[in-house]
């Protein structure tokens, strides 16, 4: 198989006749082999009939619908690890990202020998309330990941296929693909200008909460990157680090007592210091602290696979 096109659908109705005959008309030439993958994130209108509807008309759709519904993340996630294309792009079922795109996108992979090619949608059809902070996230996540892209989160993105079967998505991670990819040993990120249309159908699923749990999730994987194979790295050194901190604030207090009792100089209880208990709390936040990094390391290494999401049916 060339090419496997993923496409998560959430209440994608109106669209997705439309978009199946764009694809169709971009991919006329006999030779491509692909196939596209539609994973319905638990739909509520009537988008799970209309893939059916396709899957007789179009035989090279595969679609899996979830019993509920889990977030782009895990549509994502669950078209990778059905996908078997050579190249796998994704694309937005709301007619927003330009099929037109998916030549181009399949040449950079397969002739430049990127790992990840990434849209670009330098000129947008979306209104100031999603364009600003869009800006203001894409600044941070280039800032702190130094992947010098500017739209971390176009959904048109163009991947090898060994790429996406060695990267894990879930919660809100799909915003940070290219951030997982370099993580995973993948350099070779590339990006491309793409038209970014005019919504046609439907309302927008982006909302302001998004911006705090974007950047949460951010920090999330800067974190599992490094500690999450090895947390007791992280909390075992915070923890051995104010414990011992504790420890020699607490003896100090105790050796200064002994002195000035030895030399008959009137001095406080060590109990009445305020010191002594920022010291006793220093002491049992390093114990709690070294205490979490073994538990995590228990956790760690006795996880189960993540990827389990309740699929109702499927179309191969």
């Known amino acids: 198989m060339d090419l496997s096109i993923v496409i998560p659908v ?3 109705q109106d669209s ?21 993958i539609m ?33 782009k993340a895990a549509a994502l996630q669950s078209g990778f690890m059905a996908a078997s294309g050579d190249v796998v792009i994704t694309m937005d079922a709301d007619l927003q ?27 947008r059809h979306d209104p100031l309330t999603k364009i600003l902070p869009s800006r203001i996230y894409n600044r941070t996540v280039r800032m702190i990941s130094g992947i010098k892209i500017h739209d971390f989160n176009c959904g048109l993105k163009a991947y090898r296929q060994d790429v ?18 370099k993580k995973a040993g993948f350099t070779r990120i ?10 046609k159908y439907g309302v927008s699923k982006y909302g302001a909460r998004r911006l705090l749990t974007g950047f949460l999730d951010l920090l999330s994987i800067l974190f599992l990157s490094r500690f999450g194979k090895k947390p007791m790295h992280f909390f075992g050194s915070l923890g051995t680090l104010m414990f011992f901190t504790g420890f ?26 305020p010191y002594f208990y920022i010291a006793l709390t220093a002491m049992i936040l390093g114990s709690q602290l070294f205490l979490a990094g073994f538990l995590g390391e228990m956790i760690s290494r006795n996880s189960s696979d993540r990827n389990k999401y309740l699929i109702a049916e499927k179309i191969n």
């Not at 037109?100 to 990127?114: A, C, G, S, T, W």
Request: net charge neutral; glycine share 6%; hydrophobic share 35%.
């Open 190 to 199: 590339g990006e491309k200008v793409v038209q970014h249309q005019k919504r």
């Open 164 to 181: 996406v079967k060695s990267i894990e998505l879930y919660g809100e991670m799909h915003r940070y693909v290219p951030v997982l990819v």
């Open 97 to 123: 990202d330009n099929p037109e795109e998916i030549p181009e996108l399949y040449r950079m992979i397969n002739d430049q020998h990127f790992d990840l090619v990434s849209g670009w949608k330098r000129k």
């Open 10 to 12: 959430f209440n994608e």
């Open 16 to 36: 997705l006749p439309e978009l199946m005959e764009w694809i169709t008309g971009v991919l006329s030439d006999p030779g491509t082999r692909y196939e596209v």
């Open 248 to 273: 020699l604030a607490a003896a100090w207090l105790g050796a200064e007592k002994i002195y000035f009792t030895v030399q008959h100089i009137p001095r406080i209880k060590v109990t009445e210091s």
């Open 39 to 71: 994973v319905d994130d638990g739909s509520s209108d009537s988008s799970w009939k209309i893939i059916k509807e396709l899957s007789n008309k179009y035989d090279f759709i595969r679609a899996i619908r979830f019993r509920r519904n889990y977030g």
